[in-house]
């Protein structure tokens, strides 16, 4: 029964001379995941709200699944559009709008008439009063109670009189686009994922890079990690993922490194590696899924000697968060299925059995040192040898 979707968003609202640059972005988006969904839309604005008409027959369990991964979206209101044909025909049209939405009458409701045009020939409480006694001749067991109405019944008069009743919630945040790019180290785990998500959702646009050390990681290990950048592909747009083959590092590392500080040393090459190819293509800052004290490279500590070798910001978003909390993100965005499956990463296989947890800076230096004969040419053969995939939902 429903044609349309009426876009309710949050923060946007309070953008002032830039709001419309924030409603342009939150279309384009809303747009894009409309793109998969069977049926035709139309996607327009029109003083402060955002609409979603569908032009054909429409999935509208796939439209509401879509719409309400759309970050900057707060609210979804499935709703019916009518031509403006007279107070009567209007009663009419609610009374048959609220029989086919509410089989179950023994309910409250509550009426709220807006005018956003003034010509209309009456106003708004008498809209309210009117339009109620219609609904309760119609529908007996129904109730008003106008503080906590089950039934909040708007009616907004616009060009066409817009009936809406329902609000699905949205995920809230800001549209994709909106504030730049960032390059997120994607792993295999479960954190990244959800950094990346919370980050998409401030309305950051997110490219990724993955270190993988063939033949110690599988081919299979990689396509969960593909598979992971696809399930966030699903909030975030499509997403240019950088493939990078870091076994020769790693075994370099291992080879000349005090072991306990592998972790350390590594990580830090792969911060270097990521700043290169987000300077490259135009992101602003790092993204990791860290949070203080998880294992012996996240404490303050750790993630100081890893933040040393990056002259961006490095972005991490779940830096106060419990495993438990990042876990109950993860299964409601649901990427915590594929981040459990059981394929190794390449920093669990070198993994030294006693990590350092206050690692000394001088002394990592120090050790980073006796890379020194090769490790540039390493990298550059990283850089030089990473493929790009480019990841759609
Ligand atoms: P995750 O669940 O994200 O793997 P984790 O708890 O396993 O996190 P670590 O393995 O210590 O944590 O990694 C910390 C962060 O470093 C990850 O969240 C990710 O951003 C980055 N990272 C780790 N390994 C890789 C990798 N192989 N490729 C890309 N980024 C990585
Ligand atoms: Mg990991």
């Given at each position: 029964?429903?044609?349309a979707?009426?876009?309710?968003?949050?923060?946007?609202?309070?953008?002032?001379?830039?709001?419309?640059?924030?409603?342009?972005?939150?279309?384009?988006?809303i747009?894009?995941?409309l793109?998969?969904?069977?049926?035709?839309?139309?996607?327009?604005?029109?003083?402060?709200?955002?609409y979603?008409e569908?032009?054909?027959?429409?999935?509208?369990?796939?439209?509401?699944?879509?719409l309400?991964?759309v970050?900057?979206?707060?609210?979804i209101c499935?709703?019916?559009?009518?031509?403006?044909?007279?107070?009567?025909?209007l009663?009419?049209?609610?009374?048959?709008?609220?029989d086919a939405?509410?089989?179950?009458?023994?309910?409250?409701?509550?009426?709220h008439?807006?005018?956003?045009?003034?010509?209309?020939?009456?106003?708004?409480?008498?809209?309210?009063?009117?339009?109620?006694?219609k609904?309760?001749?119609?529908?007996?067991?129904?109730?008003?109670d106008?503080?906590?109405?089950?039934?909040?019944?708007?009616?907004?008069?616009?060009?066409?009189?817009?009936?809406y009743s329902?609000?699905?919630?949205?995920?809230g945040?800001?549209?994709?686009?909106t504030?730049?790019?960032?390059?997120?180290?994607?792993?295999g785990?479960?954190?990244?994922?959800?950094?990346?998500y919370?980050i998409?959702?401030?309305?950051?646009?997110?490219?990724?890079?993955?270190f993988?050390?063939?033949?110690?990681?599988?081919?299979?290990?990689?396509?969960?990690?593909?598979?992971?950048?696809?399930?966030?592909?699903r909030?975030?747009?499509?997403?240019?993922?950088?493939?990078?083959?870091?076994?020769?590092?790693?075994?370099?590392?291992?080879?000349?490194?005090?072991?306990?500080?592998?972790?350390?040393?590594?990580?830090?090459?792969?911060?270097?590696?990521?700043?290169?190819?987000?300077?490259?293509?135009?992101?602003?800052?790092?993204i990791?899924?860290e949070?203080?004290?998880?294992?012996?490279?996240?404490?303050?500590?750790?993630?100081?000697?890893?933040?040393?070798?990056?002259?961006?910001?490095?972005?991490?978003?779940?830096?106060?968060?419990?495993?438990?909390?990042?876990?109950?993100?993860?299964?409601?965005?649901g990427?915590?299925?594929?981040?459990?499956?059981?394929?190794?990463?390449?920093?669990?296989i070198f993994?030294?059995?006693?990590?350092?947890?206050?690692?000394?800076?001088?002394?990592?230096?120090?050790?980073?040192?006796?890379?020194?004969?090769?490790?540039d040419?390493m990298?550059?053969?990283?850089?030089e040898?990473?493929?790009?995939?480019i990841?759609?939902?």
């Amino acid at each position: 029964m429903f044609q349309a979707f009426l876009i309710k968003y949050g923060e946007i609202g309070i953008k002032g001379k830039n709001r419309h640059l924030f409603e342009d972005a939150l279309m384009q988006q809303i747009k894009y995941a409309l793109k998969p969904v069977e049926g035709e839309f139309k996607v327009s604005k029109e003083q402060g709200r955002v609409y979603v008409e569908a032009l054909s027959e429409f999935d509208y369990e796939e439209a509401v699944a879509s719409l309400e991964r759309v970050f900057g979206i707060v609210g979804i209101c499935p709703a019916v559009l009518l031509e403006d044909q007279g107070f009567d025909k209007l009663c009419q049209d609610v009374v048959s709008y609220l029989d086919a939405c509410y089989p179950d009458k023994h309910k409250t409701f509550k009426v709220h008439a807006r005018r956003a045009r003034k010509d209309y020939p009456m106003e708004s409480m008498e809209i309210n009063a009117k339009l109620g006694e219609k609904i309760l001749q119609a529908f007996p067991e129904m109730k008003v109670d106008v503080h906590e109405p089950e039934i909040l019944l708007n009616i907004e008069i616009r060009q066409k009189i817009n009936l809406y009743s329902q609000v699905i919630p949205g995920p809230g945040g800001m549209p994709v686009g909106t504030s730049g790019k960032g390059m997120l180290l994607l792993s295999g785990g479960i954190d990244s994922p959800v950094a990346g998500y919370m980050i998409a959702k401030r309305g950051v646009k997110i490219d990724a890079v993955y270190f993988h050390a063939p033949p110690y990681t599988s081919e299979r290990a990689k396509q969960k990690v593909v598979d992971l950048a696809k399930l966030v592909a699903r909030y975030s747009g499509p997403i240019y993922l950088k493939v990078v083959n870091f076994t020769d590092i790693q075994l370099y590392i291992y080879e000349k490194c005090p072991h306990e500080e592998l972790t350390i040393i590594m990580r830090r090459y792969m911060m270097k590696i990521a700043e290169h190819f987000a300077r490259e293509t135009g992101s602003m800052g790092l993204i990791t899924g860290e949070s203080i004290g998880q294992v012996a490279s996240q404490t303050m500590q750790s993630l100081a000697a890893t933040n040393e070798v990056c002259t961006m910001p490095v972005y991490r978003p779940l830096i106060g968060f419990d495993k438990q909390e990042i876990i109950d993100v993860a299964e409601r965005i649901g990427t915590y299925e594929t981040s459990i499956l059981p394929y190794e990463d390449c920093c669990t296989i070198f993994v030294a059995k006693h990590p350092v947890t206050k690692p000394n800076l001088k002394m990592i230096r120090r050790s980073e040192q006796k890379l020194a004969e090769k490790i540039d040419e390493m990298v550059q053969a990283a850089i030089e040898t990473a493929e790009t995939i480019i990841v759609r939902e």
